[in-house]
């Protein structure tokens, strides 16, 4: 979406477009740098293994922020990203191991896909519960989500009462076996967890650049009120914006318990932190309107690959909390060089034009 | 320039212009600001009046040119900085805070304290109920400001702009929202302000009002000055030339064609504003295909609020449409526009476009439907109706991936039409087309009106510009205070008819009327 102008003003080269260009690449050269920068710097970097292991911790904050990004085009934020993974971890978990209880002496145990869509159909609940909030009831998105933050942490607390579900492996006769596919299963020799990465951001971003409900997240975070006016039907799109993020943070927390084979109800926190850095990282902008899929995707691929080279390298994980906020805000700064040097280039060019 | 000199003067702009992203709204102006008189400056809509007050204001730096106050050179960086060396304006779009009240905004910004450093209220209202007793308006100083009428409201930010005792005073469209009344009270207050030796810039449409208050005249067209004299030396033919030029307004000859039967009916509009009365007070009109139906009213008389009741902006309007003879049983706006409604919003940049967005996604904004299958929008498809679209309505872009901000205004207009019109709309609902364009994208969006009279659109165009609403409408309607005061033919419609339907239920008393509303 924001990059069919840009191909448009990188057209007409002159000096400003080509450091546009760079400007505008900034976070895949970023990205590039981080892999030079520990493939000579750390040992091993470069490994297979190691590779796949990144991928796998950074597919899961891809994810939320993925969700998250929709939600920021759109002029809002979420919150609650963190606690919906460490509740559908605990749906999950508490599934495996309990099924429901139907209290007539009976109690129904679901196989493992069944889990996993209940767990789906919880992160999507908790989502429209924020879009209701911030639709119907007029609530700020901060507001909201952060209510919904606290509300989904506690109830994933009282499931357990604050106790781990281990060892998820499921009883054969029971049919739950199976559950840590997900987390540990391969498929073409790469993790499960990274192919559902990959078709949820191929539709993620076919539906943001070729279907009208993608350019109406984009219209509605533009200018709400004209979208209005063309008839967006404005509170349908938020609705969808705020469900897409529970489902991708109710993926992240099946793919966790699976990994681990275990859900604790303290998973996810500060999860929404990381997703928003990454999907800022990525180019979207906080006050809407401004984004992509991609971008986002390799933001977190930069902030992931950051911090488990640094853990390689042996840095302290006080400094790297330093370093990752130090990132963060040089690519906001270099994001808002980047607009005045184009609205400096499309004058320039409409001068030169008339 | 042959004005006399028998006033001093007190400012003077040099060559000066002014670029904005797109367009050039000032070039080289030279204005010179009388002690003690009335500095008129009239120009149509998009001159450059706006702009040339701003700059003096300190609201916006020339791009070029100089500012001389009493022979010595100043730049303002602020309009603070304006208002430190005695500058005060009355803003045409209010500048007031709502949610504070009418003491509270008076004194925004040097705001009376005491010895602690907390605002003494009291002493702010009683200082604010001087300044609005000398305007008569049965304001109370402790109202807010959000619950006052616009009329009200701009009568506060005149008292304010007094409150400055600004040696120049630039009065911005002081009278669009006034009653009759009202401007008789105003007038008195700057016959004061002049006699005490403020120099006042004016600016207005009216040139009856010019006429009768002015000193000295200066006229704008196209953001250059076109002329400059003594108020007794012109008559309102030699304005009226300056402004128009020797190329006269182009408003595209009706064609003769006869409108068709009745596309739309609306009964028993009504919409309850929030401080209690009636935004919309029970209109009702009907609409021929074909036929352009002019909505003439001040500004506040209610007619962009008849618009949003139509397209079901407001959940809590009432009143019915009809379409072509049938209800329309759908209250929100996308079922609406499908039905086949569109309104071309009267502020552009807040609810026209997506400003971020390419030209060609503003256009298809509310049509994409059309170019979807199954979910998947064509592009082809879409780019097709967009250059279409184009070059229909001759918009003048360098591509259709160009974002729409980097448009001059005028062709932001278009781009506004093209979406609306990619609906497929039978009835089409224009508030105030022209505001801000300049000459030629004017003409080209009157030429486009009358093509889409002749193709069987009935059009409803609301404006506050007596000529645009002469010209182009088949009958003119009148609004004013939320009522529908007149209906004429184009035949029988005379300037003075319509301005006295325009100024009917402004009541003669202001104070009579303020408690209707309380």
């Given at each position: 979406m924001t990059d069919i102008p840009a191909k448009a003003s990188v057209a007409s080269t002159s000096n400003g477009s080509v450091l546009l260009t760079l400007m505008k690449a900034r976070t895949f050269i970023a990205l590039i740098a981080v892999l030079i920068f520990f493939s000579i710097a750390a040992p091993n970097f470069l490994s297979a293994a190691n590779?796949?292991?990144?991928?796998?911790?950074?597919?899961?904050?891809?994810?939320?922020?993925?969700?998250?990004?929709?939600?920021?085009?759109?002029?809002?934020?979420?919150?609650?990203?963190?606690?919906?993974?460490?509740?559908?971890?605990?749906?999950?978990?508490y599934l495996v191991l309990n099924g429901i209880d139907l209290q007539v002496g009976y109690t129904i145990y679901f196989n493992v896909f069944e889990i996993a869509l209940i767990t789906l159909a919880v992160g999507i609940l908790i989502g429209a519960v924020n879009g209701l909030l911030i639709t119907r009831l007029n609530v700020a998105p901060f507001i909201a989500t952060l209510g919904v933050l606290y509300v989904a942490r506690g109830l994933a607390l009282l499931s357990s009462d604050g106790r781990t579900f281990p060892n998820l492996v499921g009883k054969p006769d029971l049919g739950t076996t199976?559950?840590?596919?997900?987390?540990?299963?391969?498929?073409?020799?790469?993790?499960?967890s990274i192919w559902i990465l990959v078709v949820v951001a191929v539709g993620a971003a076919y539906l943001a650049k070729?279907?009208?409900?993608?350019?109406?997240?984009?219209?509605?975070?533009?200018?709400?009120?004209?979208?209005?006016?063309?008839?967006?039907?404005?509170?349908?799109?938020?609705?969808?914006?705020?469900?897409?993020s529970g489902f991708c943070a109710a993926v992240v927390g099946l793919i966790i318990s699976s990994e681990l084979?275990?859900?604790?109800?303290?998973?996810?926190?500060?999860?929404?932190?990381?997703?928003?850095?990454?999907?800022?990282?990525?180019?979207?902008?906080?006050?809407?309107?401004?984004?992509?899929?991609?971008?986002?995707?390799?933001?977190?691929?930069?902030?992931?690959?950051?911090?488990?080279?640094?853990?390689?390298?042996?840095?302290?994980?006080?400094?790297?909390?330093?370093?990752?906020?130090?990132?963060?805000?040089?690519?906001?700064?270099?994001?808002?060089?980047?607009?005045?040097?184009?609205?400096?280039?499309?004058?320039?060019?409409?001068?030169?034009?008339? | 320039m042959t004005a006399a000199t028998d006033h001093h003067v007190l400012l003077k702009l040099e060559d000066v212009s002014k670029v904005y992203s797109g367009t050039v709204a000032v070039k080289r102006a030279n204005f010179e600001v009388r002690k003690g008189a009335v500095n008129v400056l009239v120009g149509e809509n998009g001159a450059g009046k706006s702009t040339l007050m701003k700059i003096i204001a300190g609201v916006e730096q020339p791009t070029l040119g100089r500012?001389?106050?009493?022979?010595?050179?100043?730049?303002?960086?602020?309009?603070?900085?304006?208002?430190?060396?005695?500058?005060?304006?009355?803003?045409?779009?209010?500048?007031?805070?709502?949610?504070?009240?009418?003491?509270?905004?008076?004194?925004?910004?040097?705001?009376?304290?005491?010895?602690?450093?907390?605002?003494?209220?009291?002493?702010?209202?009683?200082?604010?109920?001087?300044?609005?007793?000398?305007?008569?308006?049965?304001?109370?100083?402790?109202?807010?400001?959000?619950?006052?009428?616009?009329?009200?409201?701009?009568?506060?930010?005149?008292?304010k702009a007094v409150s400055l005792d600004a040696r120049i005073?630039?009065?911005?469209?002081?009278?669009?929202?006034?009653?009759?009344?009202?401007?008789?009270?105003?007038?008195?207050?700057?016959?004061?302000?002049?006699?005490?030796?403020?120099?006042i810039v004016y600016i207005s449409h009216r040139l009856e009002e010019l006429i009768r208050i002015g000193d000295y005249i200066t006229v704008l067209r196209d953001g250059r000055i076109t002329g400059q004299e003594r108020m007794k030396n012109v008559d309102t033919q030699w304005i009226v030339r300056q402004m128009i030029g020797s190329d006269a307004k182009d408003f595209a000859k009706p064609d003769g064609h006869v409108p068709g039967e009745e596309i739309f009916r609306a009964e028993d509009i009504c919409l309850p504003r929030v401080t209690g009365g009636l935004a919309v007070d029970h209109v009702s009109l009907s609409l021929r295909a074909g036929e352009i139906l002019g909505i003439y009213g001040l500004m506040g008389a209610g007619r962009s609020e008849l618009?949003?009741?139509?397209?079901?902006?407001?959940?809590?309007?009432?009143?019915?449409?009809?379409?072509?003879?049938?209800?329309?049983?759908?209250?929100?706006?996308?079922?609406?526009?499908?039905?086949?409604?569109?309104?071309?919003?009267?502020?552009?940049?807040?609810?026209?476009?997506?400003?971020?967005?390419?030209?060609?996604?503003?256009?298809?904004?509310?049509?994409?439907?059309?170019?979807?299958?199954?979910?998947?929008?064509?592009?082809?498809?879409?780019?097709?109706?967009?250059?279409?679209?184009?070059?229909?309505?001759a918009i003048k872009v360098a591509g259709p991936a160009q974002e729409v901000s980097s448009l001059s205004g005028g062709n932001q207009q278009k781009v506004v039409i093209g979406k609306a019109l990619l609906t497929g709309p039978k009835v089409l609902l224009m508030d105030e087309p022209s505001r801000g364009i300049d000459v030629g994208a004017k003409a080209d969006v009157f030429r486009t009106m009358r093509k889409l009279s002749r193709d069987g659109l009935g059009i409803l165009f609301a404006t506050s510009d007596l000529d645009e609403v002469m010209a182009l409408s088949d009958r003119i309607a009148v609004m004013s205070n939320g009522k529908l005061t007149g209906m004429f033919d184009r035949a029988e419609a005379t300037e003075a008819s319509l301005v006295a339907a325009s100024a009917l239920g402004h009541g003669p008393v202001p104070h009579m009327e303020s408690h209707a509303h309380d």
């Open positions: 590779l796949i292991l990144m991928s796998k911790h950074v597919a899961l904050n891809a994810f939320l922020a993925m969700g998250m990004t929709f939600v920021i085009i759109t002029g809002g934020i979420d919150l609650s990203v963190g606690s919906i993974v460490g509740l559908c971890g605990m749906v999950a978990g199976g559950f840590g596919f997900l987390g540990a299963g391969r498929l073409l020799g790469l993790p499960v070729y279907t009208p409900l993608g350019r109406h997240i984009f219209a509605v975070g533009g200018n709400e009120r004209a979208a209005r006016i063309s008839g967006v039907r404005v509170n349908m799109v938020k609705m969808f914006v705020y469900m897409f084979m275990a859900s604790h109800p303290a998973t996810g926190e500060s999860f929404e932190l990381n997703a928003i850095a990454a999907a800022v990282l990525g180019g979207t902008s906080m006050s809407g309107g401004r984004g992509t899929i991609g971008g986002t995707i390799v933001g977190a691929f930069v902030i992931g690959i950051l911090s488990d080279g640094l853990v390689m390298m042996g840095v302290s994980s006080f400094w790297q909390m330093v370093i990752k906020g130090l990132v963060i805000i040089v690519a906001v700064v270099v994001d808002q060089a980047q607009r005045r040097l184009q609205s400096r280039v499309t004058l320039m060019q409409m001068a030169k034009a008339g | 500012i001389l106050l009493e022979g010595e050179e100043v730049s303002f960086s602020s309009s603070g900085d304006a208002v430190n060396r005695g500058i005060g304006m009355v803003f045409q779009e209010l500048n007031l805070f709502g949610n504070l009240s009418v003491a509270e905004n008076i004194f925004a910004t040097r705001e009376i304290t005491n010895r602690f450093r907390k605002i003494d209220s009291r002493e702010q209202e009683r200082r604010a109920a001087e300044f609005l007793e000398r305007l008569q308006a049965g304001i109370r100083p402790d109202m807010l400001v959000e619950d006052l009428r616009i009329g009200q409201q701009q009568l506060v930010e005149i008292a005073l630039i009065m911005d469209e002081p009278t669009s929202a006034l009653s009759a009344a009202e401007v008789e009270i105003l007038f008195k207050v700057i016959a004061d302000l002049k006699a005490r030796g403020v120099a618009f949003d009741c139509i397209m079901g902006r407001h959940g809590h309007a009432t009143g019915v449409i009809f379409i072509a003879g049938k209800k329309v049983r759908e209250r929100d706006t996308t079922r609406r526009i499908r039905r086949g409604l569109a309104l071309i919003p009267e502020d552009r940049q807040r609810e026209g476009l997506v400003s971020i967005l390419s030209v060609a996604s503003n256009l298809t904004l509310a049509s994409l439907s059309r170019f979807v299958r199954l979910f998947h929008i064509s592009g082809a498809k879409e780019i097709q109706a967009v250059t279409q679209m184009v070059r229909e309505l």
